[in-house]
């Protein structure tokens, strides 16, 4: 049975009005938005509503931080660079994902640029955004 026939509208009226989600206007609106899907991620029990108010809470979080916190414009060869340097990865463990040595070389250099079938290896290897390597 999934998640969705599960689902109970009032249970999930009833957890609402706990939090009233809305958009985030102010900084101690996140941190206690931040507060409440931190507490709902350390459960591994939540009822289909309590995961449905989790993603609402990552909605709202995410809108709020995109809007106050962009993040600055990286090349993908450095985007690469942070996200290996991030995972303890090297050149060797890269490479594989992009198709060669030689290649994998120029691309962290700078010298080559990420072709976008790279970009989505990338993308699925990182388990991030293909936007970052285009």
């Not at 900084?27 to 309590?50: H, I, W």
């Not at 990865?89 to 790279?118: F, M, Y």
Request: hydrophobic fraction near 40%; avoid cysteine.
């Amino acid at each position: 049975m999934s998640a969705a026939t599960n689902f109970n509208p009032t249970v999930y009226a009833r957890l609402l009005t706990k939090f009233l989600p809305k958009p985030i206007q102010s900084e101690r609106e996140l941190e206690a938005a931040t507060a409440l899907l931190l507490e709902l991620d350390e459960r591994n029990d939540l009822s289909p509503e309590e995961e449905a108010l989790a993603e609402v809470l990552t909605v709202l979080i995410e809108d709020y931080e995109d809007k106050h916190y962009p993040l600055p414009d990286v090349a993908p060869h450095e985007a690469l660079k942070a996200l290996m340097e991030d995972r303890y990865l090297k050149h060797k463990d890269v490479w594989p994902v992009l198709g060669n040595k030689g290649a994998t070389t120029e691309i962290l250099s700078g010298r080559r640029s990420i072709s976008k079938a790279q970009a989505r290896r990338l993308a699925d290897f990182f388990r991030v955004p293909i936007d970052l390597f285009i």
